[in-house]
């Protein structure tokens, strides 16, 4: 198999060159941020800044928002309860033990400590395998309701709806107040940013987009998404903390839903998934309030609930990319185009740990499965060696894309044995059979329209290449296979391109690269070569040939096009109402009778046979 | 009834009114009033207003204070304490009032007293409360617990040889505060407490503490709510639960025990002033607030009253003091005194006031009859360390 | 004795309040966040009425009226254009729930009021004294209960409803108009909301924020009971009677919790929660 050519050299030193000015670009706009809290105090009154101190720890909290809901899409109400905690921890502290630099520490690490726990239990509940999305908004709109209830329940210890107030604190003053909250703001946007532009950042993006195929792509979701709840619940506690100390005072109101229900409001009014547009919205509408809440209280927030009203029907984007475009038409750039890795070829080790070829590549034994009183697949039973290429056929409803979830999904059979590279998968989720050395190609192209072709693959090798949290990498490595496909279709020169701006052909071709990147050892292809052109269809044949003759996988294969099956198969199941009614070759089932009735008479498939 | 618009036609009348006098010369002096507009005191608040308007008014009406207008800036802080926290910000650095006269829940007051003491305004508190709230810059000429409990005790077991006693309150520092005094105070008279139960100051449904109080079955109820609405909706669930055990409010005022209708009937409340409360400066009073509201009037009582004369010692204070500056204002407001509807006030033990209190029980009609009188009340020892 | 009519007063209150979130969940799989908004309105209506001197009972059909005019104005500006978009459904009710409030404040004030009650006092029931009008409302939250059970299973619209309950693609498939069946559930739904805030007002007071509450723990309720009105009869009573249970051996603000809590947890283990399937 001859190598890939080294990808050529001028791109790879503009692609960094353009990461080093986006770098610059943050570290420039984080500098003059820096530089406007600083002469801030000296030219803002006084009420203004001490409504900025809290604006801006408000905005931090809104941060975590943007980063759970516009780029991972989990809609949280929750975030308030976390900094509700890290304002209680200093607030309790205070109050109950007095104020001591000890102490101060003391109260931060709780804070901490509390808001993780917390979080860690709460994503438990939340995002378990096979929640849906509104579950999970739910779990985290009760979170806050019980974080304020426990609080009015403390009686004298929380001081209940009275809260604690006028214990000691910091003797800071005002304006010192407003640098370190403004600094805290800065910081934290810039590392969001650095985060979101990253590699890392890309595969939450993903999991908005398309969790199933993340899940299918070997990442663990669920831990994903309560590793992201733990560390924004740290952030919105320290800005609680904050609170806190620079208040003097701690309410249940501060943790509780409303003031959670807002900050999404303020997300999605500043725009979702933007990250600046969250903040500049949320010191807007909070610096706003205080001046006009006062003047015209009732119309205010009324202008406030339509606005948010419309933003959610008409602009579901929010108001930030409506200025972002002007920018960008100013700027005459169209779709900037993305620096793209170069491609290389990736040391491969397909059947490494779990991945490891035993007796059998696969082997189903009493598999049943059913809905309620509806019997799907029953009595299946085969094995399948490496480097065979077998087929699945039958009509329609004969349960042959079950019979594939059964084999990349632990929990979706009811009964019956699944046996991966002689591993039991049990009751395992998509993402640990990805371990096991399955990769799952779905029948309609399942891909994540919002990336580009790079990012997309780079999503693909997370299981086995840790992204980076901070920077992208500027090489791509991916398997032979996924290489060759790449080339053969011409999606290695579109590397930058948009998802959603491909071919159906050419994004049937990128999922199945993106399989091929996850170096599986058996590989479950549903109807691969529906909607592709004859020369498409050629060449998959080809590369699935190789895959198994050369590279000793073993390829399941479900296909309408028997012309297509012939041509590439050594063997064909066939599959009825169920059950298994034929396991030979080719040739055993173009001859066979009793296929010709199941397929009811005739018409292509007689034909076909003749 | 329809307070939007009355609010929208006042506002109108309010701006006329100030176009109209321009004849002032210096500066205006500021009274800000922070005050519970919603949550659980707006049943009270308007009548809190109501009372400072008139103050303002005579006091403008005879030069107002060292020449100067009295101006009010009205701020809704929400009855707790974020709300205070955004009212009082607003009043002491966007408005920069000369002064803070308000009443307002514990919790609100609570959350205020830093920002106070950040803005170094001073603060006339209008409010009865749970007592022992001590800064440098606060002043109360209202009661507290160590004036007001002790009528309602000594008369239950006097008249209804009351043994055993169940509290029921708001969950906040008011409530508790109100209530460990109690308990204290019937313990000290050989009495017993058979339960003490509480519920969020927002919390409306108080069918599990009505059950637990009908298991208990005690001689006699002690309660003590927050402000106007939660007042309203325990005795209303109270009554139609059928309990009907001699019962004694800690917190109620005139105005919202008319507005509960017959189910106040019959419910004991020991106070600092009361309607019918029988001297020439508690007619004059009235008869110029019910000019001055006519049919908007909102019933005087002992939380709004207190507002008015606050506005008066103020006054005063700044007119001993010469100035509007915090320090002399503070050092002179405990050496100043007025004659008001509740008879001569000045707040001199320990930024608290001695006042004269009353023993009184609502009737049908939602009126209350004096039964005992007690002057010149002690308050006890509120802030030994402030002098 | 008294325990046990707490219990099912509780539970006949819930049921009445969460009703009409369920026949909407049920038919458009949105969570219509408004209810607590439609709440408040029932309890606005009720005033009104009471303000206007007429007989306390008017307000419940006053309310139910209300309640469903502004439900018709609701999904078409509001629900329709989001049938695609679940969560921001969600939020978008949520961002009505609020101006519905702020429009209630800027008429009636932001004060809290009172409502007449239309019976008053307690009443001697099976050995203990009991408020008559709890007793009434358990009831009229069965009379709600079998009305909408007899809508459902006996007339065409209800046939209808069930179908699109049951799979909408279909339904319209076979030629029914699910565009005028959400409509008029919805409709349905935001009315009873409002019934349910009049029916409940006598029992406390009226602010433009007394919906809130009840909203998390009717949509709760809601998440567990499916899509069956039996089922949600179900989880009022166990749940409703642990809240009970729960504040009056416990401490009542936890109470208020039970409800939600056992719900989330249920879900998880249980994601059809009381439903059969």
Not at chain 3, 195 to 217: F, R
């Amino acid at each position: 198999m001859s190598s890939v050519p080294a990808a050529p050299a001028a791109p790879a030193p503009a692609a960094a060159a353009r990461r080093r000015s986006s770098v610059r670009l943050v570290l420039g706009f984080s500098a003059a941020a820096l530089v406007l809290v600083a002469i801030g105090p000296a030219i803002l009154p006084d009420f203004m800044v001490n409504n900025l101190i809290r604006a801006f720890l408000y905005a931090v909290v809104a941060l975590t928002v943007d980063i759970l809901w516009g780029y991972t899409g989990i809609l949280t109400f929750g975030q308030s309860a976390f900094f509700g905690i890290g304002a209680y921890s200093a607030g309790l502290i205070f109050t109950h033990m007095g104020f001591t630099f000890e102490h101060a520490a003391l109260a931060f690490s709780a804070g901490i400590v509390v808001s993780a726990a917390v979080a860690a239990l709460v994503g438990w509940l939340a995002f378990y395998q096979g929640a849906s999305p509104l579950y999970a908004s739910v779990v985290t709109l009760v979170l806050p309701i019980i974080v304020a209830q426990v609080l009015y329940s403390g009686g004298n210890f929380t001081g209940s709806s009275s809260g604690l107030s006028g214990f000691e604190s910091f003797d800071i003053e005002m304006h010192t107040w407003f640098w370190i909250a403004g600094t805290f703001l800065v910081i934290v946007t810039a590392g969001a940013w650095m985060f979101v532009r990253s590699d890392a950042g890309r595969v939450l993006v993903a999991i908005r987009e398309n969790e199933a195929r993340c899940e299918y792509l070997g990442i663990d979701v669920s831990r994903v998404k309560i590793l992201l709840l733990v560390v924004t619940a740290v952030i919105a506690a320290i800005a609680g903390y904050a609170f806190a100390s620079v208040q003097m005072v701690v309410a249940p109101e501060y943790a509780g839903f409303v003031f959670g229900t807002e900050l999404v409001i303020w997300v999605a009014l500043g725009g979702r998934g933007t990250l600046i547009g969250p903040v500049i919205g949320t010191l807007l509408i909070d610096v706003s309030t205080a001046y006009l809440s006062g003047d015209l209280p009732y119309y205010w927030k009324l202008i406030i609930g339509v606005a948010f009203v419309l933003v959610i029907v008409a602009l579901p984007r929010g108001i930030a990319p409506l200025v972002t475009r002007l920018f960008r038409r100013a700027r005459k750039g169209g779709e900037a185009a993305q620096d793209s890795p170069a491609l290389r070829k990736a040391q491969e080790e397909p059947f490494a740990g779990l991945a490891g070829g035993g007796h059998h590549a696969i082997a189903l034994a009493g598999v049943r499965k059913h809905f309620g009183s509806l019997q799907v697949l029953e009595g299946i039973e085969f094995t399948a060696q490496r480097g065979e290429l077998l087929s699945l056929v039958g009509p329609n409803g004969a349960g042959k894309t079950t019979l594939m979830r059964c084999l990349a999904d632990g929990a979706e059979r009811s009964a019956g044995s699944v046996l991966i590279n002689d591993h039991d998968i049990a009751r395992a989720p998509p993402c640990q059979c990805v371990a096991f050395g399955v990769g799952r190609k779905f029948q309609n192209a399942n891909t994540f329209d919002a990336l580009t072709v790079a990012e997309s693959l780079r999503i693909a090798r997370t299981r086995l290449e840790a992204p980076s949290l901070w920077t992208r990498a500027g090489s791509l490595d991916l398997p032979d296979a996924a290489l060759k496909v790449m080339q053969a279709t011409g999606l290695d020169q579109r590397l930058g391109m948009q998802v959603r701006h491909l071919s159906h052909g050419q994004k049937q071709a990128l999922e199945l690269a993106m399989v091929l990147a996850l170096e599986p050892s058996v590989l479950l292809l549903d109807e691969p070569t529906a909607g592709l052109t004859k020369q498409e269809r050629t060449q998959i044949g080809q590369i699935l040939t190789e895959l198994t003759a050369k590279h000793g996988l073993c390829v399941l294969l479900v296909e309408h096009d028997l012309d297509f099956v012939r041509e590439i198969s050594s063997r064909v199941i066939v599959l009825h109402q169920g059950r298994i009614v034929l396991d030979g070759t080719v040739t055993d089932v173009v001859e066979s009778e009793l296929v010709r009735t199941i397929y009811a008479g005739g018409g292509a498939m007689s034909a076909r046979l003749a | 009834m329809l307070s939007g618009k009355s609010n929208l036609c006042f506002a109108l009348l309010a701006a006329a009114a100030l176009a109209g006098g321009g004849a002032w010369a210096a500066e205006p002096i500021k009274i800000g009033i922070p005050v519970g507009l919603s949550g659980a005191n707006s049943v009270v608040a308007p009548s809190v207003v109501q009372s400072a308007e008139l103050a303002a008014e005579e006091i403008n009406a005879k030069g107002g204070i060292l020449g100067r207008q009295v101006v009010l800036e009205v701020a809704d802080d929400g009855s707790g304490a974020a709300g205070a926290q955004k009212a009082f910000d607003s009043l002491i650095f966007q408005k920069k009032v000369n002064v803070l006269i308000s009443m307002e829940t514990s919790a609100a007051r609570n959350a205020g007293l830093p920002i106070v003491t950040r803005g170094k305004t001073p603060f006339i508190y209008t409010s009865f409360y749970e007592g022992r709230s001590c800064n440098k810059y606060l002043y109360v000429n209202a009661w507290v617990p160590d004036q007001q409990v002790a009528p309602i005790v000594d008369y239950f077991m006097k008249k209804y040889n009351a043994k055993t006693y169940f509290l029921v309150g708001s969950d906040y520092a008011f409530g508790r505060g109100m209530l460990e005094f109690t308990r204290k105070y019937i313990e000290k008279k050989g009495g017993k407490v058979l339960g003490e139960e509480y519920l969020p100051m927002d919390g409306t449904d108080w069918t599990a503490i009505i059950g637990k109080l009908k298991t208990a079955k005690p001689d006699a109820l002690i309660t003590s709510t927050a402000g106007g609405a939660p007042n309203v909706t325990l005795t209303k669930q109270l009554r139609a639960a059928g309990v009907t055990i001699p019962y004694g409010n800690l917190a109620v005022d005139e105005g919202t025990a008319k507005s509960m209708g017959g189910d106040a009937d019959g419910i004991y409340i020991s106070g600092s002033y009361f309607t019918n409360i029988d001297n020439p400066k508690n007619k004059e009073f009235l008869t110029a607030m019910q000019k001055k509201f006519g049919a908007s009037l909102k019933t005087p009582n002992d939380l709004s009253v207190p507002q008015y004369e606050g506005v008066y010692a103020y006054k005063l204070a700044v007119e001993k003091a010469g100035s509007t500056d915090a320090d002399k204002v503070i050092k002179a407001l405990a050496e100043v005194s007025f004659e008001g509807p509740r008879g001569k006030i000045q707040m001199n033990k320990q930024r608290h006031a001695p006042l004269t209190m009353y023993l009184g029980q609502v009737q049908k009609d939602g009126s209350v009859k004096i039964l005992e009188t007690f002057k010149d009340v002690d308050p006890g020892d509120q802030c030994p360390k402030l002098k | 004795m008294s325990q046990l009519l707490d219990i099912v007063t509780t539970a006949a209150i819930l049921y009445a309040v969460a009703a009409g979130l369920l026949i909407v969940f049920g038919v458009m799989k949105i969570i219509n966040f408004a209810h607590g908004g439609f709440l408040t309105v029932g309890g606005y209506s009720a005033l009104i009425v009471t303000e206007l001197g007429g007989n306390p009972w008017l307000s419940l059909p006053f309310a139910l009226v209300v309640g469903c005019v502004l439900g018709m104005i609701v999904e078409r500006l509001v629900v329709r254009p989001l049938y695609a978009r679940p969560l921001d459904a969600i939020l978008a009710t949520w961002g009505l729930g609020i101006i519905l409030g702020q429009l209630i404040t800027l008429y009636f004030g932001r004060e809290v009021q009172f409502v007449e009650s239309p019976v008053k006092g307690a009443i001697e029931f099976a050995g203990a004294s009991y408020s008559q009008y709890r007793l009434i409302l358990v009831l009229l939250a069965v009379a709600i209960a079998v009305l909408l059970g007899l809508v459902l299973n006996g007339t065409r619209l209800g046939l209808q409803t069930r179908a699109v309950i049951m799979n909408e693609n279909l339904a319209r498939g076979l030629g029914i108009n699910s565009g005028l069946v959400r409509f008029i559930t919805f409709s349905l739904g935001a009315g009873l909301a409002s019934l349910a805030g009049a029916l409940i007002t006598p029992l406390s007071s009226v602010d433009p924020n007394m919906g809130v509450p009840w909203l998390v723990s009717a949509f709760m309720l809601v998440l567990v009971s499916g899509m069956s009105l039996v089922s949600l009869a179900l989880a009022c009573l166990v749940l409703g009677g642990a809240q009970v249970l729960v504040s009056t051996y416990g401490n009542p603000i936890l109470g208020g919790l039970t409800i939600v809590v056992l719900a989330a947890l249920i879900l998880r283990f249980r994601p059809q929660g009381f439903a059969r399937e």
